[in-house]
């Protein structure tokens, strides 16, 4: 079983939808946990922290169900702009531990 | 936000040679700096850890003998592609921890530097 796993997509929606991403993963003893966004041939860029009371950024909202090991973000009123891919990102803990990385979801904002 | 640069940001090069990557913190100090590797279609998956003033950790199946790592000072991590070949090419990415992070662990990424070898 992957790590993180994610819907690879593509998710094809119109501008102004809802769309809603979500991922798994498999270490109980994760501490910390993002998304981020990464687009063609650039490095990902952090989009937001995700925490387990839910938190909101203007048309972005993450969840986290630590008990299911479950990630979701929510955009509202999708914009064009935010065609790009979605990486859950997990952090396993400890003093100086790397990131992990989901595979990623595509997203495609329709005109 | 924080900034964290990597230089040559392309690098093509002939099977055999020696590729030096640099990453910098240009805005803050970071104590590790993190080195990432992206096959097209893949995820990124972290190759070693480096910290500054003593030896990297390498993930398991990572060579520490091809891929050389420094981290000389606070805001510097070099990493260095031994003898490339072709099945090293690949988008390399360095990221960042703020030593005054605490808890968020936030790590910024540089811009990538892709190899191409021949």
């Known amino acids: 079983r992957k790590e993180v796993e994610q819907d690879p997509g593509p998710f094809n929606v119109p501008e102004g939808a809802t769309v809603a991403f979500n991922c798994t993963y498999s270490?109980?003893?994760?501490?910390?946990f993002f998304w981020y966004r990464q687009d063609c041939r650039k490095e990902p860029k952090l989009l937001m922290s995700?925490?387990?009371s839910g938190n909101e950024d203007g048309r972005f909202t993450a969840q986290l169900n630590r008990a299911s090991q479950y990630i979701s973000l929510l955009i509202r009123d999708s914009k064009l702009s935010d065609s790009a891919t979605y990486l859950c990102?997990?952090?396993?803990?400890?003093?100086?531990?790397?990131?992990?990385f989901g595979k990623g979801t595509h997203l495609i904002i329709q005109p | 936000g924080a900034v964290v640069s990597q230089h040559p940001s392309w690098v093509i090069c002939k099977s055999g040679t020696s590729v030096k990557i640099e990453c910098r913190s240009l805005?803050?100090?970071?104590?590790?700096m993190f080195w990432y590797r992206q096959f097209p279609k893949q995820s990124l998956m972290l190759m070693a850890t480096?910290?500054?003033?003593?030896?990297?950790?390498?993930e398991q199946g990572v060579e520490k003998d091809k891929f050389l790592i420094n981290h000389a000072s606070l805001t510097l991590s070099t990493l260095t592609v031994t003898s490339a070949h072709p099945e090293d090419s690949s988008f390399y990415i360095c990221?960042?921890?703020?030593?005054?992070?605490?808890?968020?662990?936030?790590?910024?990424f540089g811009p990538g530097t892709r190899l191409l070898v021949l």
């Open positions: 480096s910290n500054e003033g003593s030896k990297a950790t390498y």
């Open positions: 990221s960042a921890r703020d030593l005054l992070a605490g808890v968020k662990k936030t790590q910024y």
């Open positions: 270490n109980s003893a994760s501490q910390s």
């Open positions: 805005d803050f100090q970071a104590t590790t």
């Open positions: 995700v925490y387990s």
């Open positions: 990102v997990v952090n396993h803990g400890g003093g100086a531990d790397g990131l992990t």
